[in-house]
C-alpha cells in the first residue's frame, strides 16, 4: 500500500502491494505436512467457541480474487474464507498451504504442484488440479493480476491432484507469490458467477461467509467441515467497518470491539499504556513486512533527475525531527527499503542530515542550471499533509523553492504512473522477501514520462537491475544476501527515494482476552507469520479466554 | 391540484436532466482515471486499455451520458466500476439508513425546537429566553465531529448505555435499530434544533404582535391556546421550509455523522464513489438526492397550505 491513512487511500492503495508484494522467497523449501493443528496453541490451552468483533478501516471493494483488488482489509475478511496455494511463516519464508508440495525443475522455470487430498469447498465441490488450473489461469488473464504472473508460461495438469506450471524465466521465489492474492483459490461455481463471488465469497478456509453489507459489517461463521481438524476455535467473526480512526478506538473502550486495526500512532501510544496495565493487549508489525514512509522522486524530470539535488534533499531532511513531531518517537529512522531486523539489511552509506552540505549542493546546481524547484505531491489528509509540510519547511530551508500540490488518490496515481510529479509522499515495502520489490525497482518496467511506469521514480540503474535479477533468480541464500545489499547500497546512492521511517505503528489492539493472534501453526507445523503490513494476520487460530 | 403536480413533474424532469449532467460533466473533469484507480499501481498499458475498454471509458462524453439517460429511462442506472455492484441495489441498500437517520433527527429536533421556541418567545427577552439563546449558539457553534465524539464518549464509553458506532438493520432487530441510530440522530439534531428554535422564536414574536392576537388576548383566552392554537401554525412557514431545505441536502449530506458513526448511508456512498471516480454511483446518488429535493420540497409547498389558508386560496 501505497499512499498513507484515509479509508479511501487505504482501500486503493493496499492492493499494489498486495499483488506484487507477495515475495519471492527462498526456494528450496517445500514438502507436506499433517494439515492438522497443534492441539495446544500458544499463549494457553485455546478454548473453542466465542467470537470476535473487528474493526477495520475501510471495506472491500470485492472479495473475487481474480477481479477486485486486495488490499488489507480485503485479506482480513476475504482471507478467513478464501485460503492461497501457499503461506509465510515466520521467518519470512514461503510454506505449502493448500497445496502439499512444490518442486522446481528446468533451473527454476517449471514448477509441480502437489495439491493436498480431500479438501473440499463450503459448496462441496472438490479442490483439484483443475480447479487450481482454472484459478491461475484466470488470474493470468485478468488485467487486474496479469501483471504479476507475466512469466507464467502455462499451466498443465499431470494427474486430479498436480498442475505443472511453466515460466519464462527462472523464478526462485514462484511459490512465494500465491501465498497473496493471485494464489488464493476459489471454486469453479465462483468462477463462473464473478459478480457473486465478489460480494459472497466461498473458499475452503476455515469460516464461511454469513453476511456481508457493504461499508457496514461482514460476518462469517465456523466451517465445521474444516480440512485443519480442531480449526478454527472461534465460532464467528464480525467485521466492522469504521473509518473514522477516533470512534473505531472508542468503541473498542466502550466493548462494541473486541480488537481493531490500526496505523494511528496516539493509538499506540494511549492503548500502549492501558496494555501495559493489562487493559488490552497490542501487536505490531516488525520485520520486513513493516511499511516504510519516504518521500518518492521523479529522477526522470528536472531538477530531480540531477543526482546533486536528490542528494541535497537528502541531506536537507532530518529524519529524526519526522520520527518526533509527526510519530510521537514510536518509529525508527529508514535507510532503506527493509528493517533493521530483517536478515536482508545491510547498513550504511544513506546521506546524512547536514544543512550546509545540503546547501553547498544546492548553490552547486543553480550556478549551472538556475534555480530549483520542486512540486511535492500530497494526499488531502491532515497526517499526509503534516509530512509535506514539515519536508517543505527543511527543503526550503536548503535554498530550494518547494510547493505542495495536492491530489487525492485516483488523481495521485495517475500522477505517479505517468511520471507527471516531482516529489510525493510515500509508503510502501511491504514484502516479507526483496524479490517482491523487483517490479517497482527494476529498470525494465521504467518507461518514459507518459509512458505507464510501474517502477515509479523511474530510475534505470544497470547495477540495481542486475543485482535484483540476480536475487530472483539464484536460490542460495548468500548469493542472494549480496544481491540485495547491492540493492540497498544503489538506492542509497542514487536516492530515487528519501527514507524517513519505518512505519512500525501498524498494530493490531485487542481486548485482554483474545489470544492466539501473534502465534499460529502453519499445516506443516511451522510457525506462521503474525503481522504484515498495515496490519494482516491469520484468524483460524484466535481464541477467547474466559 | 392535477395542474399544480404535472407542472412539478416538468419541473422535476429538467432539474434532473441539468443537475445529472452537471454532475455527469465536473466528475469527467477531475483528474485521475477510473480504470487506474481499478488496478492501482499493479496495472500495464495492454490492462489499462482492456479496462478502460470494458468501461466503455473510450467513448465520447456525450455518448456516455446518453447511455446512462438511456438506462435511467428502463430503470437501470448502471453498475459499479468498483464493486460490479448494480447502482441501483447499492442505492437501495443504503436509502433506509438516510431515511431514518433524517426522521429520527427531525423528530428529536422537532420535538425539543418547538416546546422551545414556544416558551422563548412566550417571555422573549426573560430568563429561559436567554438561557435556551445561549444554548442555541452553543450547539451552533460545535461541529458535529465534536458534539459526535462527545456524545460517544458520555453515552457510550463513560456510561454504555448506547452503541458507540455501527448500524444494525431494523428487519434484524428493530430495539438495536433504535439504540444504534440514537447517537448519530442526536448528533445531527444537535445543530438542527438550534436553527430550528431561533427561528421559530422570532417568527413566533413576530406573530404575537398581530392585531389577531391582542384580539385573541381581548376575549380573555389563555396565553398556552393563544401560542398552540393561533400563533404556532402561521409562524411555523419559515421552519418548514428550511427543515425541507435540510432534509434535501441531508438525503446525501449526512456524511460526517456517517463516518464519525460507521453508518452506511447514500453520503458515504457518494462521497467513496467520487474519491473513487466511480462515475455511475455517483451518478446514481446525484439523481437520487435531486429526487429527494424536488419531492421534499412539493410536499412542503403543499403543506404551506395546510398551515395558512391564505396560501391556499390564493393558489
Known sequence: MIHVTTRRRLRRAIPALSLTTCAILLAACSGGGSGSSNPTAPGGKAVPGGRLIYGLAADADGFNPNKDSFAAQTYAMAGTVIEALTAIDASGNWR??????????EKYTQWTIKIRKGITFSTGEPLDAEVVKANLDAQKASPLTAAVLAPLRGIEVLDPHTVQVHLTTPWVGFP???????????????????????????????????????????????????WRKGLPYLDQIEFRILPDNQTRAQTLEAGGLTAMATLRDTDIVKFGKLADQGGYRMYRVAGMSVPEFAFMLNTAVAPLDD?????????????????????????????????????????GGYPAYDLNQAKALVGEYEGEKGPIRIELLSVPDPTSMQNAELAQDMWRKAGMDVTIRQADQPDLIQRALTGNFSATNWTQFIAPDPDGEYSWLHSRFAAPVGGLSINMPRLKDPQLSAALDAGRGNPDEAARKRAYATV????????????????????VITKPQVRGLDQYTLPDGSMGKALSGTPTHRFDQIWISR | MALV????????????????LLAFWMINLLPGDPAMQILGYGGDEAALAQVR????LNDPFWSRYADWLGGVVT?????????????????????????ELLVLSQVISLGLAIPAGLAAARRAGGLLDRVLTTTSFGLLSTPVFVSGVVLIMVFAVRWPLLPATGYTPFTTDPVENLRSLLLPSLTLAAGQLAVYARLLRSDLIATLQEDY????????????????????????????????LNLGALIGGAVIIEMLFGLPGVGRLIVDSIFARDYLVVQGGVLLVAVGYVVVNFAIDLLYGLLDPRIRHAS
Not at chain 1, 505449502?96 to 525443475?105: C, W
Not at chain 1, 540497498?488 to 498494530?507: K, V, Y
Not at chain 2, 385573541?216 to 427543515?243: C, E, F, K, M, Q
Open chain 1, 96 to 105: 505449502p498451504n493448500l497445496a502439499e508440495s512444490f518442486k522446481p525443475a
Open chain 1, 176 to 226: 512465494a507469490t500465491l501465498a497473496a492474492q493471485v494464489g488464493m483459490i476459489i471454486p469453479k461455481s465462483s468462477l463462473a458467477d464473478p459478480a457473486k463471488a465478489s460480494r459472497q465469497p466461498v473458499g475452503t478456509g476455515p469460516f464461511v461467509f454469513r453476511s456481508y453489507t457493504p461499508d457496514n459489517r461482514f460476518v462469517v461463521a465456523k466451517n465445521p467441515k474444516y
Open chain 1, 307 to 347: 543526482l546533486r539535488v536528490r542528494r541535497a534533499l537528502a541531506h536537507a531532511t532530518d529524519r529524526q525531527a519526522f520520527i518526533k513531531t509527526l510519530r510521537s518517537g514510536l518509529t525508527k529512522a529508514a535507510d532503506g527499503p527493509w528493517s533493521p531486523d530483517s536478515k536482508w539489511y545491510v547498513p
Open chain 1, 488 to 507: 540497498q547500497q544503489r538506492l542509497r546512492d542514487q536516492l530515487p527515494f528519501l527514507w524517513i521511517d519505518h512505519l512500525t505503528t501498524s498494530a
Open chain 2, 5 to 20: 403536480v404535472l407542472r412539478r413533474l416538468a419541473q422535476l424532469i429538467f432539474v434532473l436532466l441539468v443537475v445529472t
Open chain 2, 53 to 56: 475498454a470494458e468501461l466503455g
Open chain 2, 75 to 99: 430503470g437501470d442506472l448502471g453498475t459499479s466500476y468498483i464493486s460490479s455492484i448494480p447502482v441501483a441495489e447499492s442505492l437501495a441498500d443504503r436509502l433506509p439508513v438516510t431515511i
Open chain 2, 213 to 244: 392576537i391582542t384580539l385573541a388576548r381581548a376575549r380573555g383566552l389563555s396565553p398556552r391556546r393563544i401560542l398552540w392554537r393561533h400563533a404556532l401554525r402561521p409562524s411555523a412557514i419559515s421552519l418548514v421550509t428550511v427543515i425541507g
